[in-house]
């Protein structure tokens, strides 16, 4: 088993519809404004950018994205990502009754250097500070879309 890879699945239903989900979601740079462990965001062009995260534990993970799938009829957004994290992150947005049900999927490789050292003792740490970071994205996201056009642009 390599202790560094993580896979993670997470789903939301979300009350609001698809198409404000998706337009949300496509707006990287504004991440740091409803997702608060996305710290910066660096567009290096239109499909590629910069990330840094940090969520509760002391460390920062800083990624270059480069968008790999941009299916609108399928409802799918997906980067591939290299850096402190090597692999790749997924959105599908799908309508759910009068809302949306939001599948994020992350398969990713741990090349941050001290993370690789503590992969085995602090697995645990590192998955329960991803679950932070989901929880509180889900609440930011959920806040974001509540305000509606006037908070959100959509």
């Known amino acids: 088993m390599d202790w560094s890879r993580y896979r993670f699945r997470n789903s939301w239903r979300l009350d609001a519809r698809p198409e404000a989900v998706h337009a949300v979601l496509e707006r990287l740079d504004e991440y740091p404004l409803w997702w608060r462990q996305v710290r ?42 290299t850096g402190d994290l090597e692999g790749w992150v997924r959105w599908t947005v799908t309508a759910d009754g009068d809302g949306t049900r939001l599948l ?36 930011g996201l959920r806040g974001l879309l509540a305000a509606g056009p006037a908070g959100n642009g959509v």
């Not at 003792?121 to 994205?137: D, E, K, S, V, Y």
């Open 104 to 139: 994020f999927e992350e398969d990713v490789v741990v090349r941050k250097p001290l993370m690789r050292r503590l992969a085995v003792p602090c697995r645990p740490f590192f998955r329960a500070n991803h679950a932070l970071m989901m929880r509180q994205g889900r609440r």
């Open 40 to 81: 910066e965001v660096r567009r290096t062009s239109g499909t590629t950018g910069t990330l840094r995260f940090r969520s509760v534990l002391p460390y920062d993970l800083v990624v270059d994205a480069r968008e790999s799938r941009h299916d609108d009829a399928a409802g799918v957004l997906e980067v591939a990502m």
